[in-house]
Structure formats: C-alpha cells, structure tokens
C-alpha cells in the first residue's frame, strides 16, 4: 500500500512528467553528485577551491534576482481571510490557471523529492515539508537551508502530517510566474522562479506565510525575527528576538562582535531570518529557528560589518548573482579591501571599478551552513528552544523614529510593531528607499489578514504570565547631509544594553507620550564619535512628526476594517490623546 507522500509524489508525476525522479537522502555523497552535475551542466562554477573550499558560483536568470510580491497569493477559501496585506486568488481558479503551468513542466528534467524538517530534529515544535522540485539547486540549497533527507523521511513516515510545496523552474519567465499559498490544505505551489525566497519553499512560504497560519490556529507565533543571547560580564545569558524588514541587517546584528570597548560581552547565534515561539509552561515565550543556513545578502558584507559571517562563507557555501575576480574568488560591493582592477559581475560580463553597473547584484547571496558560523549557540538546537526576555522591532527609518524605546506594555507593545515603518530594500522586486508599512516586519510573509493576526498577538500576550518586554529600535537614521547618526553595527551592543537594563529593572527610563526613552546617560558612548547633541537628537521625541504620523496610521489600519482589534485602535486613541491632539 503506497503512504500518502508515495501517492502525492505519484500524481504529481503524472501532473508534470520528469524524464525521472530522484528522492533525496540528504546524504553528503549525494549532495556532491548534484554540486558536480550541476558544475557540468554550467549551473554552478567552481570558485577558486584553495581559498573557498568547496564554494561554487550560480548566476540566475536577470529577471529572476529577488522576491516578486506582486505574484505572490495567499489563496484562502474568502478573500478577506487573506485580508488587505495579501494578493488573493480563489483556491480553484489558482488551481486551474498555474496547474496548467505544472503541466508537463518538468519534461526532459529530473524531478527530485526533499523531505526536510523545519526545527531541530527531536523538537516537539518543528515541522515537516516535502518540496518536490526539477531543480537541482534548489535541492542543494534545501540541504544547507533545513535538516534534509532521510531524517525527515523516517518522521513523516506512514502519515499525512507534512506540508506539500511543489516547484517548477517552468520557463522563468515573469509572465508565467506564481507563488501560490493555500494554507487551509498546508500545500504551497512555486512556479517560474528559481530565487530563493521563491522557490526554497521551507524559507518564507512554509516558515512564515504557512507556519503563521498554522501558529494562530495553535496558539504560537511564527516570525521574521533573528534570535541571539546577550552574554553579560557576570555570565548571565538572555535571549532576545528582533524583527526587521528583509535587507536591513538581521544577519549582521544575529552574530554581532562587540567591539573592544564592551569588555565581557558576547553574542550568541539561535536564529537569523525566522523564529517560531511558543508559550512554555512557565508562561515564557520560548523560540526555535527553525532553519539549518543562512541565505544572507552578500552586498556591504565585510570584516567590520560581520567577521563572523565572513568566516562561515569561506567553505561549503552557494553563492549566488556574486562577481567573480581573476583569482576565482568572489567579489561584490561593500566587502573588504579595494575592489579588484578587473572581474566578471553576476550577469557573466567583464567589470571595471570604472563601469556604472553594479559587480555584484544588489541582492545576491550567499547559502551557508549555520553550524560553520562562530557565534553559534550551543542552545541553537535545543529541541525546546530558548527563553525570549525582549522583543525588538526595527525599521529603515531616516527620521521620526528614535534609536530605542520601550513599549508601557505588551497591547502597547503589538501597537509599535504594527506601526512600523521601514524604506524598501533590493530583496523585493520594485523601487527601493521609498517607505512602507510594514508591520511586525511580516508585511509579505503573514500568510492571512493582519488585522486577525494583530488579534492573535494580543491573545499570546494574555497567555504569557511572563512575557516579553517590547522595544522598537531604528539604527538607521540619518542628519540633513545624509549621514549617519549612529554607527550601527557592532556598536549597537550599546543599545542591546539598555534593553538588558530595562528587562532586568536595573536602568530607569523617561516616559514620553511615544513610550519609555533612555535618558542620555542610559546609551554609553565612550569612545563614540556620537556628541551630546547627536545622542540628544537620536532620543528625543519629534511631537510634530508624531502628531502627523498618527493620520497615516489610522488610515492604515482602516483597512483592516472589522478586523483590526479595537485594543489597537485604543493604542492609536491613546497615543493622540498622550500628544495632546
Ligand atoms: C530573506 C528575505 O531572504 O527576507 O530573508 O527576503
Ligand atoms: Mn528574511
């Protein structure tokens, strides 16, 4: 008797008919088998293999570099169920219009089959996928992204119990291109796109816009949130989760090196893209990443910003839409040193520094085990995850919003977070810098209405007996010449101090109408080059500013209609009343 995954492996052959099919074991034999195909085939190149053992080069198609919102769906039985925040197709017209791209699409091709498991292997809270897919940089990257192979075969075993995503390269063509979501039957469809936001279907389509679904049906939060722990000179350990849109940093602050100045400190990595958090029985919020890589932005990556990513980059890694120098190493803008005389960019043509394009595509990658990073902690596979003390929520803000502050509780908490705001960035398709809302930073990957899952945070919060201190942080603000106010980076271990301070009751706080502020003694700037009048100016409260951004808010989550809690609009009430509207 075939199990239901023989059966659905079945019918999907029938639907797509591959010239074969090849069920992955994750094994490392075989990971090297497809690495050679593919360098044979001219998907993959091999990079200079003395200094970048075992790393190798892919160059996608140019239309094919980033996430594509706008071909995105949420496809829920209502449409208001995906709400405002999603493109919605009914189930059966999405069937019937990108099933008939799957079609036949994998003729000539190889079909494979990835089981994998979201979340350490013995924890209670992770999850299994099946992604079936033709291309076979999609299977490797899924074994550096997820605990793939025969692991996750033996959990699914007999049973129904996983989530299905099938992919197809199809033409990759942009016309022809669909990521299709149907949360209700746990089932994902990616066509036309060989991007890994598109197309590792564990990533974003199963951990965020499935797994949110899936979280307030069971009464967990799944999140773009990084997790890492703050080891303090005393030893003490506390864990802290931060949500930031795609491209402004998550990786970097996850395996952050305190600089010289902050003796004692350290930082430990958990997670750096994804955390799922459930309520443990001592009413704490506790996380899990549920991912096994790191599928990070290569561009302004270097030995300041991140040593620590630039040493787990230097083996086993994927690198893709990357420039390569004369020496076969890998190049793009923003690494260390000048850049070379002479190499090939991502597109596969000569560069100069002399010619206007850029070396390397703005969102170019690179796919790394996490178990390779240094900063990694030894908490990182705790099947029961680890206890979150903050919660931070940041944008991309070059005004109104302060360096740091602090929420007066966890309602007023979920109000900062689905007010933030942030300026796009190259991991999305379209215009970058222009601002967006972009709430909890889950604005494309909440897979239903936001407005149910601002309520949904508001009922975690009633469950938490101990939950969470929230803050909102923006690194990102600039002076009237364009300048940075804050250095950012490694020195941001100066903020994350303030947090601890306030989430252990041993640092005071001025209550402004926004939340509590630090006092300027609170952020210690020995050694900065940050005056008296720029730390004033990061930590003060521009009232005008806040009394007109109260109006876009409001019209905001006027489309939530019905559905936006009414603790939300009391929060928005509130905050016109404190700013004596
Ligand atoms: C990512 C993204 O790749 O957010 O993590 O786009
Ligand atoms: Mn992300």
Same mark, same amino acid.
């Given at each position: 008797?075939?199990?239901?995954?023989?059966?659905?492996?079945?019918?999907?052959?029938?639907?797509?008919?591959?010239?074969?099919?090849?069920?992955?074991?994750?094994?490392?034999?075989?990971?090297?088998?497809?690495?050679?195909?593919?360098?044979?085939?001219?998907?993959?190149?091999?990079?200079?293999?003395?200094?970048?053992?075992?790393?190798?080069?892919?160059?996608?198609?140019?239309?094919?570099?980033?996430?594509?919102?706008?071909?995105?769906?949420?496809?829920?039985?209502?449409?208001?169920?995906?709400?405002?925040?999603?493109?919605?197709?009914?189930?059966?017209?999405?069937?019937?219009?990108?099933?008939?791209?799957?079609?036949?699409?994998?003729?000539?091709?190889?079909?494979?089959?990835?089981?994998?498991?979201?979340?350490?292997?013995?924890?209670?809270?992770?999850?299994?996928?099946?992604?079936?897919?033709?291309?076979?940089?999609?299977?490797?990257?899924?074994?550096? *992204? %997820?605990?793939?192979?025969?692991?996750?075969?033996?959990?699914?075993?007999?049973?129904?119990?996983?989530?299905?995503?099938?992919?197809?390269?199809?033409?990759?063509?942009?016309?022809?291109?669909?990521?299709?979501?149907?949360?209700?039957?746990?089932?994902?469809?990616?066509?036309?796109?060989?991007?890994?936001?598109?197309?590792?279907?564990?990533?974003?389509?199963?951990?965020?816009?499935?797994?949110?679904?899936?979280?307030?049906?069971?009464?967990?939060?799944?999140?773009?949130?990084?997790?890492?722990?703050?080891?303090?000179?005393?030893?003490?350990?506390?864990?802290?989760?931060?949500?930031?849109?795609?491209?402004?940093? =998550? %990786?970097?602050?996850?395996?952050?090196?305190?600089?010289?100045?902050? =003796?004692?400190?350290?930082?430990?990595?958990?997670?750096?893209?994804?955390?799922?958090?459930?309520?443990?029985?001592?009413?704490?919020?506790?996380?899990?990443?549920?991912?096994?890589?790191?599928?990070?932005?290569?561009?302004?990556?270097?030995?300041?910003?991140?040593?620590?990513? *630039?040493?787990?980059?230097?083996?086993?890694?994927?690198?893709?839409?990357?420039?390569?120098?004369?020496?076969?190493?890998?190049?793009?803008?923003?690494?260390?040193?000048?850049?070379?005389?002479?190499?090939?960019?991502?597109?596969?043509?000569?560069?100069?520094?002399?010619?206007?394009?850029?070396?390397?595509?703005?969102?170019?990658?690179?796919? &790394?085990?996490?178990?390779?990073?240094?900063?990694?902690?030894?908490?990182?596979?705790?099947?029961?995850?680890?206890?979150?003390?903050?919660?931070?929520?940041?944008?991309?803000?070059?005004?109104?919003?302060?360096?740091?502050?602090?929420?007066?509780?966890?309602?007023?908490?979920?109000?900062?977070?689905?007010?933030?705001?942030?300026?796009?960035?190259?991991?999305?398709?379209?215009?970058?810098?222009?601002?967006?809302?972009?709430?909890?930073? *889950?604005?494309?990957?909440?897979?239903?209405?936001?407005?149910?899952?601002?309520?949904?945070?508001?009922?975690?919060?009633? =469950?938490?007996?101990?939950?969470?201190?929230?803050?909102?942080?923006?690194?990102?603000?600039?002076?009237?010449?364009? =300048?940075?106010?804050?250095?950012?980076?490694?020195?941001?271990?100066?903020?994350?101090?303030?947090?601890?301070?306030?989430?252990?009751?041993?640092?005071?706080?001025?209550?402004?109408?926004?939340?509590?502020?630090?006092?300027?003694?609170?952020?210690?700037?020995?050694?900065?080059?940050?005056?008296?009048? &720029?730390?004033?100016?990061?930590?003060?409260?521009?009232?005008?500013?806040?009394?007109?951004?109260?109006?876009?808010?409001?019209?905001?989550?006027?489309?939530?209609?019905?559905?936006?809690?009414?603790?939300?609009?009391?929060?928005?009430?509130?905050?016109?009343?404190?700013?004596?509207?």
């Amino acid at each position: 008797m075939p199990t239901p995954l023989e059966r659905w492996v079945e019918e999907t052959a029938q639907l797509t008919r591959p010239k074969n099919i090849h069920w992955c074991d994750g094994s490392e034999a075989e990971y090297h088998r497809l690495i050679q195909e593919m360098t044979q085939a001219g998907t993959l190149s091999e990079l200079n293999q003395k200094e970048y053992p075992a790393c190798f080069l892919h160059r996608s198609d140019p239309s094919d570099v980033a996430r594509t919102e706008h071909l995105t769906f949420v496809c829920t039985r209502t449409k208001d169920d995906a709400g405002p925040n999603n493109n919605w197709m009914a189930p059966p017209e999405a069937k019937e219009k990108v099933g008939a791209l799957f079609s036949g699409a994998m003729k000539d091709r190889t079909m494979y089959v990835v089981p994998y498991i979201m979340g350490p292997a013995s924890s209670p809270y992770s999850q299994c996928g099946v992604e079936i897919t033709d291309s076979p940089y999609v299977a490797v990257n899924m074994r550096i *992204m %997820t605990r793939m192979g025969k692991a996750a075969l033996d959990r699914i075993g007999a049973s129904d119990n996983y989530v299905k995503g099938l992919h197809s390269l199809g033409d990759l063509s942009p016309e022809r291109r669909f990521i299709m979501h149907f949360p209700e039957e746990r089932l994902i469809w990616s066509v036309g796109s060989g991007y890994g936001g598109n197309a590792l279907l564990g990533k974003k389509c199963f951990a965020l816009r499935l797994g949110s679904h899936m979280a307030k049906e069971e009464g967990w939060l799944a999140e773009h949130m990084l997790v890492l722990g703050i080891e303090d000179p005393s030893g003490r350990t506390t864990y802290v989760a931060a949500a930031f849109p795609s491209a402004c940093g =998550k %990786t970097n602050l996850a395996m952050l090196v305190p600089p010289a100045s902050q =003796k004692g400190y350290k930082i430990w990595t958990v997670g750096e893209d994804i955390a799922w958090m459930h309520p443990g029985p001592d009413g704490r919020l506790w996380a899990i990443n549920p991912e096994a890589g790191f599928f990070g932005v290569a561009p302004g990556t270097n030995s300041r910003t991140n040593p620590n990513v *630039m040493a787990t980059i230097r083996k086993n890694t994927i690198y893709t839409n990357v420039a390569v120098t004369p020496h076969g190493t890998p190049y793009w803008e923003g690494m260390d040193g000048p850049p070379p005389h002479e190499a090939i960019d991502w597109q596969g043509k000569p560069w100069t520094p002399d010619s206007v394009t850029k070396a390397a595509h703005p969102n170019s990658r690179f796919t &790394t085990p996490a178990t390779q990073c240094p900063s990694m902690s030894s908490e990182w596979e705790n099947p029961q995850g680890v206890p979150i003390s903050a919660i931070l929520f940041g944008g991309r803000r070059a005004s109104l919003i302060p360096l740091v502050y602090q929420s007066f509780n966890w309602q007023h908490g979920v109000f900062l977070g689905a007010t933030m705001t942030s300026e796009t960035t190259a991991a999305a398709t379209g215009a970058v810098g222009v601002v967006r809302r972009d709430p909890m930073a *889950m604005l494309p990957f909440c897979g239903y209405n936001m407005g149910d899952y601002f309520g949904h945070w508001l009922r975690m919060g009633q =469950k938490l007996t101990n939950p969470p201190q929230i803050f909102r942080v923006n690194w990102f603000r600039m002076n009237a010449e364009g =300048k940075y106010l804050w250095p950012g980076f490694g020195e941001n271990l100066r903020v994350l101090r303030w947090v601890l301070g306030r989430v252990h009751g041993e640092v005071g706080a001025a209550e402004t109408p926004i939340g509590n502020l630090p006092h300027p003694s609170g952020i210690d700037v020995t050694g900065l080059d940050v005056t008296s009048e &720029t730390l004033h100016e990061l930590l003060t409260v521009d009232w005008k500013g806040w009394q007109e951004a109260i109006a876009g808010q409001k019209e905001y989550f006027q489309k939530y209609g019905e559905r936006m809690p009414k603790e939300i609009w009391q929060q928005c009430e509130a905050l016109e009343k404190r700013l004596g509207q």
